[in-house]
Structure formats: C-alpha cells, structure tokens
C-alpha cells in the first residue's frame, strides 16, 4: 500500500500539461513588432534600481567599478535571456515561466520556478514601495526617517530594518486596494510614464558630462583624509577601501554584480508576448538582447555620472541623484530629478503588482495552491484573495525589510527561476518529440488539460552495464530515445552539482584560487575535468530535429555557462538572505502539504 501510494505521489510530482488545439478564438491583437518589443522590455526593465539602488553599491560594494558590476549582471541576464528565448518560444502560448515548465517538465518544477516567481514578484513590489518612501522622504528632508528612527531602532532586530516603514505599507496597501476594485494597468499612463523616466536619465548623463571630474575614479587617502577633515558629519562618509576606480577588489564588484542583476529583472517579460509577435523566432531573441543592451547603456551612463559627480564614499544611498546635484551646486535640478524619479516609481509600483494575483490565481487553478485563492469577483473579474495575499506580504516586505535586502531577496530568487529555465532548455531539448506546438498553428489557442506522463527517469532501464555505458559516448540512435533522454537528466543535474562546488569555491576563497593553492587548484582541476567529460556524454547524445521557433546556439555550452554564472552571483548574496530564502521555500513545501492533506 504504501508503495502505491508513493507511486501515486511521484506520478503526481512529474504530471505534465497537455496541449490542445481548440475552436475558441478571440479577436486578434494588434501584431508586436520587434520595436515594440523593444520599447515594452525597456519599459518592464527600468525600475527602482537605476536611481536607489546605484548610490548603495556605489558606496558600499564597488566604488566606481560598478559600472563593471552592472556588465556582469548584463551578460548573465544575456544568456539566461536566450534560454528564456528558446523556452518561451516552444509553445504558442502567452504565458509565464510556471506554465511553461508545467507543460514541459512537470507539476514539482512548475511549483518551484512559480513559487519563487511569487517571491520576486512580491519582494519587487516591497523593494519599489521602500524606494518610493526613501526617495519622498528625502525630498522633505528625511523627516519621516529622523522621527521613526528614533522610536523604534532600539526595539528593532539586526536582520530587519532601523525603522518600519508604515509609508511603504500604506503605499502598498492602498494600490492593493485600487486592484481590487478591478483598476487595470493603463496603456497611456506607461507611456508618460516611461517618457518621464527617459527624461530623467537623459538629464543626469547629460550633467555627468558637465560637471564629472575624472580625479573621482582615481582617489587616494590623502583625498578621503582631506574630506574627513572637511565634513562635519564625518559619520556619513562611506569607506575608502584601496582608493582608485576599484577600491574594494574584485569580490565587490562580483557582489555589486549581484545586487545589480536586480535592475534587470524584467526583460523575461517580452516573451509572454510571444503570442502577439508576428515572427517570435527572430523578434523576441532580438528584442531581449536588445533590451539588456539599451539597459545597460542607461545603467552605465547613470552609474558613471554618479561616481564621476561626486566621490563614492560621500555618495548619499537613499537619495543619491538629488544629492549628488546638490554636491555640484545644482540646488534647483534635484527638485525636478526628485519628482521625476517619485512619479515613475509611483508607476513602478503599481505595475510590479499585477503579476503577482496572475501567477497565485493560476497556481490555485491548477491545484497547486489552495483553490480559494483563484476565487473572482463577479462584477470586475479581479481575483481578490490572490490580490489581498499578495498585497498583504508584499506590504509586510516594504514595512520590516532594507531595501538593500529586498534587492538581495529579489535577485536570489530570480538567478534561481533563470538557472532553472537554462536547466529545463538543456534538458528538453534532448527529449523525445520536445517540440511543444508543432503541428499547430500559431494564431490557434490553446487549452491546458491535465496529463500523467512519464518521467525520463522513470524508464526501465536495458539489461547489461556494457551496453548502457557504451551508449554515453556512442547512442545507437540519430533521434531521441528515452534511454538517451534519461542520460541527459542525470548528466544535467550531476553537471549542476558539479558547477556549484566550484562556484563556492569561489566564492569563499576567490584570493587563495588565484593565488595558486594547491588544494584548491587540484580539486578546481578534477572539477573542471568531471564537467567537461560529463558535458561531452550530454553532446554526444541524439537531439530532437524537430523545428523550433528558436534555438539556443552553442548547447549544451551555452546553457551550462548561464547556470553557472548564476549560480556563481547567488553565492555572492549574504547568508542572512539564504537564510530567509530557505524559509521561504521550506514554507511553500509546508504549505503544499497542507494543500494535499486537506484535499
């Protein structure tokens, strides 16, 4: 009995989606061409961490390397963005990272990419409001903060916030409440919106330009003496570090990386429009490299201006663009900086929270949530216990937690959803018949039905170890097979074992890897050679010639490089931040079997 039962239970972990063509057919949306894609990445893209984020990192992480910082996170969200490519462009339908890999890899992969989908969402949301209350408290002269502080710092926790901001909960709460009421996200207002932000980075660069001093990428610690001495406030100064355009080494500017991939959460949202792109194959890999790209010349630009207007360790964090004019003797420009920076973010706000109700409501659908939450209001349609939900936590983030800990939570779980699809492309792509929608056209809907379907792990295996070993460097096939799909899921996931010791490694002891220790060197040999070897089992193996709308190139390089840069940049985040990090998924889990128990 209990063996049935556990059959039942796995079956159940690995059931997939099917996907059918059907009649229902709704009028036509107006094609997205590559420019609009573009201009829609852009628009999802840029958000809180070009303007509060930058002076943190500036300050306390990298100095003027950021810039450097924002380049690695440009090409790790490069290369998850073409796997995002091939994994969204499988199936003709607008959807999620959750659905995909519900229809591709199986309920418990879809549980964990959605529920952690969940946490960055709602942490964006969190970090959004904290940046929006930072920068308007700022703008009055940081009231706000000097009366909170005072109240409540000493009763507050280490690993939580000085002060609870109740600005960033009510902020938060009351455009929960507008959702409710069934406000959908207005086209027009993202336009201004967007152009208000544009506007505004044009304005900073331009001024970097002006009034940048080349001396800030090259100072010294007669330069940090001669300002201690001039400051009143000698508190608010920031660390040296070594000085120069570097000062805090290598591991601050891998750490910036990480915090810095924050600002680039968002590209992945152009493939949900895959279904309305004319030519998805060509325009939406175009349109993601095109979007980081763009980003990252604003990110570039913006950061550069910062670190070049005024030196790193006098930088302001929590308003660093208003004060930085302030420094150069332009009083008058941080006013207008300041309400630009407060509408755009305002408008931030209020779109990080759409998605959020969207991905809980389909996760209750699909009972992997309890279904009271896919619950909607009769009248306007808005599925109000997602929205509440996820409203309410996202106001608890805003109101107890830093914002430099929401960007670490937001970025942790997002490398996490990108290493998955960079492992669920790697995977796939060596499965039989993989192609999702071949077969159907694309202007046809399609309906999601329920299916137990076999996991590639779960095929007998053939008699003699001979001839399984002879079939890793030699498959007796040209097309896929379940016994060489079932090689590949174990090489994969030996492969991500293998590229995470290193990248701890790493991590902890970068100084004594690249000062040659021994030790370190010869276990970062055998890695290397284990990883090679076992890549070159998943090479030889036989891939589906099944058309796709779009292929990763170079795999199962490509894919491979992508999980281990993320993975690499997660190392960096702090371990109070794994920690919650952890809870957080230990309670999906807790919550899931809740789910079962009672139903």
């Known amino acids: 009995m209990r063996c049935q039962e556990l059959r039942q239970f796995g079956q159940k972990l690995v059931r997939r989606r099917l996907l059918e063509p059907t009649n229902d057919s709704k009028s036509p949306t107006a094609p997205l061409n590559t420019l609009k894609l573009v201009a829609f990445g ?19 992480i990298a100095g003027p390397a950021i810039i450097i910082s924002f380049l690695v996170a440009a090409v790790s969200s ?20 959750y659905l995909y890999s519900y229809i591709s890899m199986g309920e418990l992969w879809a549980f964990i990419t959605a529920w952690n989908l969940i946490l ?46 109740f600005l960033a909960l009510s902020l938060v709460l009351l455009l929960t409440g507008v959702l409710v009421l069934g406000v959908r996200e207005s086209v027009l207002v993202g336009k201004i919106s967007t152009g208000i932000n544009l506007l505004v980075l044009s304005f900073i660069i331009l001024s970097g330009f002006i009034k940048g ?61 895959g279904e309305e792109a004319p030519n998805p194959h060509r325009s939406i890999p175009i349109s993601i490299m095109s979007t980081v790209f763009i980003c990252f010349l604003a990110y570039f630009g913006v950061s550069a201006t ?30 207008v900086v300041a309400v630009g920076i407060l509408c755009f973010l305002l408008y931030r706000l209020q779109s990080s929270l759409f998605p959020v109700p969207q991905v809980i409501q389909e996760m209750a659908e699909d009972g992997l949530l309890f279904r009271g939450l896919a ?45 998955l699809v960079a492992f669920f492309v790697l ?52 097309t896929p097979t379940q016994k060489s799909a079932q ?7 030996l492969l991500v074992l293998l590229l995470t010791i290193p990248s701890l490694i790493l991590a902890q002891w970068p100084s004594q890897v690249f000062s040659g220790d021994p030790v370190l060197t010869t276990v970062a040999v055998l890695l290397l050679l284990l990883t090679t070897g076992v890549m070159i089992i998943i090479w030889r193996q036989p891939q589906d010639p099944s058309p796709l709308p779009f292929r990763v190139p170079a795999l199962p390089l490509l894919p491979l490089v992508s999980i281990f840069v993320n993975i690499y940049l997660m190392m960096q985040i702090t371990s109070g931040t794994w920690a919650i990090f952890g809870i957080w998924n230990v309670v999906g889990k807790w919550l899931s079997g809740i789910k079962g128990l009672l139903e």
């Open 42 to 60: 852009v628009a999802s893209t840029l958000g809180a961490g070009v303007y509060i984020l930058v002076g943190e990192v500036a300050m306390f």
């Open 213 to 273: 001093d080349l001396h800030n990428w090259k100072l010294t610690e007669q330069d940090y003496t001669l300002n201690t001495s001039e400051s009143s406030d000698i508190y608010s100064l920031g660390p040296l570090g070594s000085g120069g355009f570097v000062p805090f080494n290598y591991d601050g500017i891998l750490h910036g990386a990480a915090l810095c991939f924050y600002s680039f959460v968002g590209f992945d949202d152009i493939v949900t429009k």
């Open 375 to 419: 619950r909607t209001h009769a009248r306007t349609k808005t599925p109000i216990m997602a929205t509440v939900s996820s409203g309410i936590l996202a106001g608890i983030m805003a109101l107890l937690f830093e914002f430099s800990n929401l960007v670490d939570l937001m970025s942790i779980g997002h490398l996490l959803v990108y290493s």
């Open 120 to 165: 960055s969402y709602v942490i964006g949301t969190g970090s959004v409001a904290r940046a929006w209350s930072i920068a308007f408290d700022s703008l009055i002269g940081n009231h706000i903060f000097q009366a909170l502080e005072g109240t409540f710092s000493p009763y507050m926790p280490y690993y939580l916030a000085k002060y609870p901001d």
């Open 427 to 478: 995977v796939l792509r060596y499965q039989p018949d993989c192609n999702l929608s071949k077969n159907e056209k694309i202007e046809d809907k399609i309906q999601m039905m329920p299916l137990v379907k076999e996991n590639p792990l779960d095929s007998e295996p053939e008699a003699g170890s001979s001839k399984t070993l002879k079939s890793l460097w030699l498959p007796v096939s040209t």
């Open 306 to 335: 910062l670190t070049l207007m005024v030196p790193y360790y006098q930088i302001q964090p929590d308003s660093p663009f208003p004060q930085a004019f302030l420094h150069v003797g332009w009083g008058p420009a941080r006013y």
């Open 487 to 493: 090689i590949v899921y174990g090489c994969a996931f």
């Open 78 to 97: 490069v290369l998850s963005g073409l796997c995002y490519a091939e994994f969204g462009t499988q199936v003709s339908w607008t959807g999620s990272a």
